[in-house]
């Protein structure tokens, strides 16, 4: 399979390598296929930003097999501080005593223990995966489920497929989609699953640029109540709020 490493759809797929390289036609209809999409910049047709600085290039990988079942794991990961949860000062107890042993606990060790604490948990990142996005090979049809494999009551971009087993590997792959989602606000995570091995497929920021619907609506928001990246949105309309008020007063 040759792929290229920038954008969508820059595939072929070689399935006889002699007759690929002796079969001029073939050939040079792939050729100019992967050409176009070198000189693409897929940036400009989706808008997708990071996209727009990707150096273009080619790449062969082995073929998996055809017809793989894509298990797509949407990702959100909070990252939370627990430096005001852990102690405050105010609530520390600088000679406090152990009533069962008699014995005065130095405060300073607590101190130290506190900063140790702080110091190890603050900024824990947290992954949870939104849903598992099940999808055919002709990408007509969509199941969801959530991470104990239970279907999730909701249409995404078009009708739900039937339901699918679930994967001897799941566990591995939670394991897998959080550990490589953890650094990003959102990730999907596409996995394969053949002959209990799992293959990563790719990593996906903005699926479908952002403008997949869900059906009931309400989950557009449920998911998105997720998205730590919420807080940055939040914040951004608050600086515009405070703008306008700022003009309004000039």
């Known amino acids: 399979m040759i ?6 759809g820059g595939v072929v797929i070689v399935e006889n390598k002699e007759q690929f390289l002796h079969n001029q036609q073939v050939f040079n209809e792939a ?12 940036y400009h047709i989706s808008r997708e930003y990071h996209y727009k600085d990707i ?20 990702s959100f990961t909070h990252i ?13 107890n600088k000679n406090p005593t152990n009533l069962d042993h008699k014995d005065k606990i130095d405060s300073q060790k607590i101190e130290s223990y506190r900063e140790s604490m702080q110091d190890s948990k603050a900024n824990l990142p947290h992954t949870q995966i939104g849903f ?35 994967p001897t590997k799941l566990p591995l792959m939670l394991q897998i989609a959080k550990a490589l989602a953890a650094p990003l606000s959102y990730v999907r995570v596409d996995l394969y699953s053949i ?10 920021f903005t699926p479908n640029g952002g403008t997949a619907r869900f059906t009931p609506q309400e989950w557009d928001k449920n998911f998105g109540d997720m998205w730590a990246h919420q807080s940055s949105i939040e914040s951004i309309r608050e600086q515009k709020r405070d703008t306008k008020s700022y003009k309004g007063m000039q």
């Open 80 to 92: 939370h501080s627990q430096r005001d949860s852990l102690y405050t000062q105010d609530s520390i």
């Open 31 to 42: 050729k100019n296929k992967l050409t176009k999409h070198l000189e693409t910049n897929y």
């Open 132 to 166: 598992i996005q099940i999808a055919n090979h002709t990408h007509t049809k969509n199941t969801l489920y959530d991470e104990k494999w239970e279907i999730l009551p909701i249409a995404y971009l078009n009708m739900r497929g039937e339901p699918t087993n679930k």
């Open 55 to 74: 150096e273009p290039r080619i790449f062969v990988e082995e073929m998996l097999g055809e017809n793989l079942q894509d298990y797509r794991f949407h």
């Open 3 to 8: 792929k290229t490493n920038h954008d969508c």
């Open 195 to 204: 002959q209990n091995r799992v293959y990563v497929g790719e990593l996906t």
